[in-house]
C-alpha cells in the first residue's frame, strides 16, 4: 500500500467515563459507575454475535453509524473537565469499510475522570504507526511531521498519556474486526467498536461460509 494517500481520516477519542445512577445505587465518583468509550459512544454488546448477523442480513443486531469524529471538540486534554463532559452514550455503533480503502486513524486521548495510556488493538488488519505526540491532535500541523517512508507495522499500540497516534491501513481482510482497548476493566466497559470490510469483487476478496455444522454460541 502507498502510504501517502489515504481515502477517509477517523479521529477518534479514547476515553474514561462515568454514568449516572439512580442515588445510593453505585460508588463510583460523584454517585456514578465508570465506563469507557470511543468517540463518546460506550460499545454494548448485541444478543447474537455481529458476524453472524452482517452475514446473514439479520436486522437489528447493530447500527452503521459510528461517527468519524468526536461528537463534539473540546480541550481533550485539559487538567480539569467539566463533569457533564464524561457522561457517554450507549450503543452498538460500528463502521463500514469498502474494501480496499485505505483508512488513517487519529487516536486521541483524553484526561476525562483520568488520563491513562491505552493500548489499542484492531483484529483482522496490521497497520502502520504513522506519527504520535503529545496534546490535543492537530489536523493541519501534525501530519507534516508523518513517518511516511519507513513506519512500523503493528496490530497493537499505546495511545500516549494525553496524547494522540496515528496510524494508517488498507481493509483489504474482509469480515467483522473488534477494535478495542487491551486493559480488560476498559474493554468491558466500552471502550470498543467493530469494522465491518465489505467483499471485494475477487473470490479472494470474499467472506468466507461458516463452516458445517458450527455450533450456535
Known amino acids: 500500500m502507498s502510504l501517502k494517500r489515504f481515502d477517509q481520516r477517523m479521529v477518534m477519542t479514547v476515553s474514561v467515563n462515568e454514568f449516572e445512577c439512580p442515588p445510593g445505587s453505585c460508588q463510583g465518583p460523584n454517585g456514578t459507575r465508570l465506563s469507557s468509550s ?3 459512544m460506550s460499545f454494548v454488546n448485541p444478543s447474537i454475535d455481529i458476524l453472524e448477523a452482517y452475514y446473514k442480513g439479520i436486522n437489528g443486531a447493530f447500527d452503521t453509524n459510528f461517527p468519524s469524529r468526536p461528537l463534539y471538540y473540546f480541550n481533550f486534554t485539559a487538567e480539569y473537565q467539566p463533569f457533564a463532559l464524561s457522561k457517554s452514550r450507549l450503543a452498538t455503533e460500528v463502521r463500514i469499510l469498502e474494501y480496499g480503502t485505505t483508512v488513517e486513524m487519529v487516536f486521541q486521548g483524553t484526561s476525562l475522570v483520568t488520563a491513562e495510556n491505552h493500548p489499542m488493538h484492531l483484529h483482522g488488519q496490521s497497520f502502520y504507526v504513522v506519527g504520535w505526540g503529545f496534546g490535543n ?3 493541519e500541523k501534525d501530519p507534516l511531521g508523518y513517518n511516511l517512508e519507513d513506519p512500523p507495522l503493528k496490530n497493537t499500540f499505546g495511545v500516549p ?5 496515528a496510524v494508517r491501513f488498507t481493509a483489504y481482510n474482509p469480515g467483522v ?3 478495542h482497548c487491551h486493559l480488560e ?3 468491558i466497559s466500552g471502550m470498543d467498536t467493530v469494522f465491518i470490510v465489505k467483499d471485494g469483487v475477487a473470490l479472494g476478496e470474499k467472506l468466507l461460509p461458516p463452516p458445517p455444522h458450527m455450533p450456535p454460541c
Not at 498519556?161 to 497516534?165: A, D, I, P, Q, Y
Open 177 to 179: 474486526w473488534l477494535l
Open 161 to 165: 498519556t494525553n496524547g494522540w497516534l
Open 137 to 139: 491532535f492537530n489536523e
Open 38 to 40: 470511543l468517540n463518546n
Open 185 to 187: 476493566r476498559h474493554l
